[in-house]
């Protein structure tokens, strides 16, 4: 075999990885018009502005078992197109509450399916493009996929938020989700060439309760990182606002760069040295930048504690991921896969309003303390895993 077609591999991943970052635009530029849309338009206040934004997670959390056994017994690449099809009706949906005809209430209905249709939409998507990927790399490369994974999808969230904003402001909302709906359907002629990989050869199917009690210890793990990370995302600008610094949109910034600069460089380690090493190493780094942003005494440093955040969030996902596809057999890895990311959408989910409580009450900065404390402790499950007799690799 020549190097050329040892290579055909990557380079269908990478265009697939260029790919999922267009369409899951379509979720990240949504997320904060759909937040003014309903708040400022509509004016329905912020109760049924963060359900409109929830509600999806909320589809999104619910549907990752079926999308991971229909990736499992379809193959990735149907379930990949089915999701980019719920993605396109989500978009119309969501195109058409806004007809001037409608009431606010049924506008604001209608915007809800819509909702309810990308949460659907992102399982789908996302883990076809998982159990394709896995399929086309090989186990042994497994952690390389769901590390390019996580660039495309944290990628078009960087870009889509502000790109969002920019479009709402200039094209209103419908012109907004005309390009939603547009993006989906340049996906799927982009992939129309990139030929599928057959799934594998089914077993004994257990129930997705039985294959969460294989996993759920990584999940656990990547549950205790994404808290960090959503506390973070949610309450780095207020924390910067109460303690009267400039230049709060820049925290994020620094947590993506940390993020990207570690994936980049470090993104095949898992395949080399294991899952639970690289996981280790992350959360140990993670709860430093968590307990950084708790103690900084200046904006600098809390910059710094933003970067060294998104570093160590950067590689968990991946490691832990890894972790978990090798306590099941290949016919279930979409499953099992299904049920991993699930402990992540419930961490982002759950995380802001128990982050809110600590916040009224202790103060922003004491957040970061809640975020570095459950890096230390999945840091001590991934210790508990490690010490514990090799399991043997599926």
Known sequence: MTALSQDIPSRRLSWMTLVLFLVYLTVAMAMPAVAVRVSHTLGM??????????????ATILSRGWAGRLA???GGRPCLYLGLAFYLAASLCCLASAATVLPREASYLVLLAGRLLLGLGESLTLLGMLAWGMTLMGPARS????ALVGMGMYGAFAL????????LERLGFAGLMAVCAALPVAGAAMLARTPGEPPARQGARPSFR????RIWEPGAV??????GFAALGAFFPLYFIAMGWQGAGYGLSCFGLGFVLVRLLFGSLPDRIGGLPVGAISLAVEAVGQALLWLAPSPALAFAGALLSGAGCSMVFPAMGLVAVRRVPPYLRGTAMGGF????DLAYGATGPLAGVIADRFGHAWVFLVGSLAALAGLALVAAMWLRPREPQR
Request: charged share 10%; glycine share 20%; net charge neutral.
């Open 45 to 58: 206040g912020n109760t049924a502005s963060g359900l409109a934004v929830g509600i999806a997670f909320l």
């Open 72 to 74: 499992d017994e379809r």
């Open 143 to 146: 952690g390389k996929v769901m």
């Open 160 to 167: 889509g938020g502000p790109l969002g904003l920019w479009l």
């Open 210 to 213: 039985q294959v969460l009690g």
């Open 222 to 227: 990547v549950f205790l990182q994404g808290i």
């Open 341 to 344: 990311a699930a402990f992540q």
